[in-house]
């Protein structure tokens, strides 16, 4: 008989203890409560990404939509890109004087925190209209990021792009990793968004989706430009998100996630498709850590669609129950 190799014996008898003791794979959403909302969402993308499973859905198909404010990231207490068109009216106020004296610029300039809160759709649309046409898509977007790469959150006193929510981040890797393509669909402008989404989010500007003004083609000395003029072409909220979606994206989705009533109409259209569906509605209940609003609120209100998501058995996110930890600097 040969000799015994101990170190071969040593290995045959360690391979299947090592085997054993492998660690677990990595949680892909370790900032989410291990609760129902977790498992709603794992379970629908391990069965809809399983060849073998009845619920499967080709990667063509797998697409999953998200409104941005208060559902990616934050959105008290005025929507973002409405504090940069503050900002911006701020300074631009020398070269307009008459603004001191004309509402809604009045307001901005006096710092009447009561006038600010009290603004309209109309005074936002007049106040973005002022701030964001007259100069090209590209100045426009290089103003943008000068501003996000300077401006700091009133309460967190951090830039804006930190307000971006941790666990809303793991689900769209975990999302992409099993094939799922993912856009946004949201009322924020699309020049605006387009300017940070691919770096904050992983999502390029071609799958950014958003309400849009008015451009104009010109031809200049250093060439052709697109210039951004006075005017709204379409408004990305409501009705307007599956219309957008049917026009940009051309296919159903199988997973939609909003936090407003704004999107309720984008849940309900993804809800109507054939097969498998994920409809999500992120429920700002914190105050501590965020933020706490629904019903009454006047940014981001959340009413008929959390009725509706209780009677039709969509999965409501509780973020003071669900998120372990919602933004990043935590």
């Not at 967190?156 to 799922?180: H, I």
């Not at 992983?202 to 083609?217: D, R, Y």
Request: charged share 20%; with cysteine.
């Amino acid at each position: 008989m040969p000799p015994i190799n101990r170190l071969a014996t040593l290995a045959i008898v360690a391979a299947p203890l090592a085997a054993c003791t492998a660690p677990p794979a990595a949680d892909p959403l370790p900032s989410w409560s291990d609760a129902t909302a977790k498992t709603n969402i794992v379970t629908f993308v391990e069965q809809t990404s399983d060849p073998a499973h009845d619920a499967f859905v080709p990667a063509e198909a797998r697409i999953a939509v998200f409104d941005n404010d208060g559902t990616l990231w934050a959105e008290q207490p005025m929507y973002f890109q409405l504090a940069f068109a503050i900002d911006r009216v701020r300074a631009m106020a020398p070269d307009h004087p008459e603004w001191a004296s004309e509402m809604p610029f009045a307001a901005i300039l006096s710092g009447d925190a009561a006038a600010l809160g009290a603004l309209t759709e109309h005074d936002i649309v007049e106040i973005v209209t002022a701030t964001h046409s007259g100069m090209t898509v590209d100045e426009f977007q290089a103003t943008v990021a000068d501003w996000l790469a300077t401006a700091r959150h009133p309460r967190f006193d951090v830039p804006f792009t930190s307000l971006v929510y941790q666990p809303m981040l793991e689900l769209l890797d975990y999302l992409r990793a099993n094939g799922f393509k993912t856009f946004i669909v949201s009322g924020g402008g699309i020049d605006f968004m387009r300017v940070f989404a691919e770096e904050v989010y992983g999502i390029p500007p071609e799958q950014v989706i958003g309400s849009m003004g008015k451009l104009a083609f010109e031809t200049r000395a250093d060439g052709p430009v697109l210039v951004k003029e006075p005017g709204i072409d379409f408004i990305d909220d409501k009705e307007g998100k599956p219309i957008a979606i049917a026009r940009m994206i051309g296919r159903r989705p199988i997973a939609a996630f909003g936090n407003s009533d704004g999107d309720l109409a984008m849940l309900q259209y993804t809800a109507a498709g054939p097969g498998a569906q994920l409809m999500v509605y992120i429920h700002h209940d914190d105050a501590e850590r965020e933020w706490a609003y629904d019903r009454e609120s006047h940014i981001g209100r959340l009413d008929q669609g959390l009725n509706e998501a209780a009677e039709r058995g969509w999965t409501v996110v509780s973020m003071q129950n669900d998120w372990r930890k919602v933004f990043a600097f935590e």
